[in-house]
């Protein structure tokens, strides 16, 4: 699979942003969004499960972002509201394959993600 991320962008504190994750093909995939701030480790931001549309959110993101899935489109949204300059970091997108219909729980390890897109790049200003 092939994920193309965009939405990216320079925002003042404060302002909202929507990112986009297009995954190729029609095969669902669970979906996570991953971000590295400059200088520091990758950290997970929100999941969401191609299987029951179930949604974790990492402690930076809980109340603030929204991740969400157009199944038509196969395409992957984080919402972000209330950007903070501490949130300036290159956003990933990553998609793991659905081993059964049964799977709704949550991945939150890189590691975790086996397909990764090209990342989109956020700069909140103070």
């Known amino acids: 699979v092939q994920l193309q991320a965009s939405g990216g962008g320079l925002v003042d504190a404060g302002a909202p942003l929507r990112l986009s994750c297009a995954a190729s093909?029609?095969?669902?995939?669970?979906m996570g969004w991953f971000r590295q701030p400059p200088g520091k480790e990758r950290e997970f931001v929100a999941s969401i499960t191609g299987t029951d549309g179930s949604t974790w959110y990492g402690d930076s993101a809980k109340g603030r972002f929204t991740i969400s899935r157009d199944n038509a489109a196969n395409t992957v949204y984080l919402s972000m509201n209330s950007l903070r300059p501490e949130d300036t970091a290159v956003y990933y997108c990553?998609?793991?394959?659905?081993?059964?219909?049964?799977?709704?729980?949550?991945?939150?390890?890189?590691?975790?993600?086996?397909?990764w897109g090209q990342g989109t790049e956020v700069t909140v200003s103070s």
């Open positions: 093909g029609r095969t669902k995939f669970h």
């Open positions: 990553a998609a793991r394959s659905i081993s059964s219909s049964r799977d709704t729980r949550g991945y939150l390890r890189a590691r975790e993600y086996p397909f």
